[in-house]
């Protein structure tokens, strides 16, 4: 069967997986170009976007629209998201069964939007979507393929505005991102 995007913000709506939808204000989707070439993901919505019902839209969103500015992109033209929608609790980490319920909504959007490269914010998003054994201070910066999609695991924009010793290294991920799109596009 296949999953729109009706269908699939409607599924996320009524989702009950978990307890983390019992202290929100607002589901976090996702939002973007629903067929861009290049995909972001966190790890899950903080209080500002709790609020609004938007991704990335706090202090880290606005540093992550600048990232994605510095490679020639804006946010309209590429698509954000979180591994699980909902908020939790004084922003701690998810749990892993609170990640594992909200996976089929986030390879839904894979399937939806089908990206070329899709870059993973931080070590939740790393190892919700490479596994477990994904360290981010070690595997940041380095090209995982799975499936014809390239992932490039780096800082989360917030880890960088909590050490700003982080940003050179983030900034060589992000070039890495930008010459990987030129290449699969034959820009190269």
């Known amino acids: 069967m296949e999953v729109s995007w009706d269908s699939l913000h409607a599924d996320i709506e009524a989702c009950e997986k ?24 966190g790890e899950g919505p903080g209080a500002d976007e709790d609020l609004q019902g938007l991704a990335f839209v706090g202090a880290a969103g606005q540093l992550l629209t600048k990232m994605i500015a510095a490679i020639g992109y804006t946010r ?9 929608k909902c908020r939790p609790p004084r922003n701690r980490t998810p749990e892993p069964e609170e990640a594992d319920a909200c996976l089929p909504f986030l390879r839904a959007q894979f399937s939806l939007v089908r990206p070329k490269v899709i870059v993973l914010l931080g070590a939740t998003a790393a190892r919700a979507i490479l596994g477990d054994q994904v360290r981010i201070t070690r595997d940041r910066g380095i090209w995982v393929e799975k499936k014809g999609v390239w ?12 050490d700003v010793s982080k940003k050179k290294d983030t900034w060589h991920d992000l070039q890495s991102v930008q010459a990987k799109l030129q290449e699969l596009r034959g820009e190269a």
């Open 18 to 41: 978990c307890g983390l939808c019992r202290q929100i204000h607002h589901k976090v989707p996702g939002q973007g170009n629903g067929s861009a070439e290049l995909m972001f993901i």
């Open 76 to 84: 309209e033209q590429v698509y954000i998201c979180n591994v699980v």
């Open 151 to 162: 992932f490039m695991p780096t800082y989360h924009p917030a880890a960088l505005l909590r």
